[in-house]
């Protein structure tokens, strides 16, 4: 294998375990009562921030080797849905929810705006945006990059479901019940209801906002169009 992929597949994997294998098997526990609970935070955000600079250079240095051929259809597909993932983004990072770290007393509170879609927005957006970049690109190192974040957002909701449900209880049964990880589920399914109002039109501007800089930032960030 390539120098540069083995780099790029070696920091995926260490970033991955980075957030799985620290945050959420008996790592954490272990860690945390070592070094208490700020410490073992303050050591996983320099842990991940660490992986994430060591996969964005391997990436970068990665040979292009294409898998398939993404055409104009496929590669204008992120300049036309990112603006909704950004809202969503926006959205989740500013909402009140018992799934954010340190804000498990929002299960009691009432499920309102993006929580009415799905209890992990956040997530949404980092795998949607990961898929959108790896269908776009269609090239190998873009497929373990994006891969990687695509594989973390997917998992990671099940496994904050799993986690909160243990600490939680009955308030995260009554939380859950009302709400879904799989957007619009449960309003599909009748145990909520869409309010867009409640999103709030400040959110879906940020997010319009966040897009609008990123696609003017794009070339000298990373060195491509995102047009």
């Known amino acids: 294998m390539n120098v540069g992929f083995t780099s790029l597949s070696a920091a995926t994997l260490l970033f991955l375990f980075t957030h799985i294998g620290l945050s959420s098997t008996g790592l954490r526990p272990a860690l945390a009562g070592r070094i208490g609970e700020r410490g073992f935070l303050g050591l996983y955000s320099l842990a ?7 996969m964005v ?8 080797v294409i898998l398939w051929d993404a055409g104009e259809g496929l590669r204008s597909l992120p300049f036309a849905l990112m603006p909704i993932v950004l809202v969503l983004l926006v959205a989740g990072l500013t909402t009140r929810s018992p799934t954010s770290v340190g804000q498990d007393t929002a299960a009691a509170e ?4 993006i929580l009415r879609v799905t209890r992990h927005p956040v997530q949404w957006a980092i795998l949607l945006w990961a898929v959108l970049h790896v269908v776009a690109n269609g090239d190998l190192a873009s497929l373990v990059f994006f891969g990687g974040f695509a594989i973390l957002a997917a998992v990671g909701g099940l496994l904050i479901d799993r ?35 409640e999103v709030g039109p400040w959110r879906v501007l940020g997010g319009l906002l966040l897009f609008a800089i990123l696609v003017a930032a794009h070339p000298y960030l990373f060195g491509a169009s995102a047009m």
């Open 48 to 54: 991940a921030v660490a992986m994430i600079v060591w």
């Open 57 to 64: 250079k391997a990436y970068r240095a990665a040979p292009m």
């Open 110 to 113: 009432p499920v309102r705006g």
């Open 163 to 197: 986690k909160k449900r243990a600490h939680l209880g009955p308030e995260w049964e009554k939380f859950a019940s009302v709400t879904s990880n799989v957007p619009f589920a449960a309003i599909a399914q009748g145990r909520n209801r869409i309010s867009f109002y």
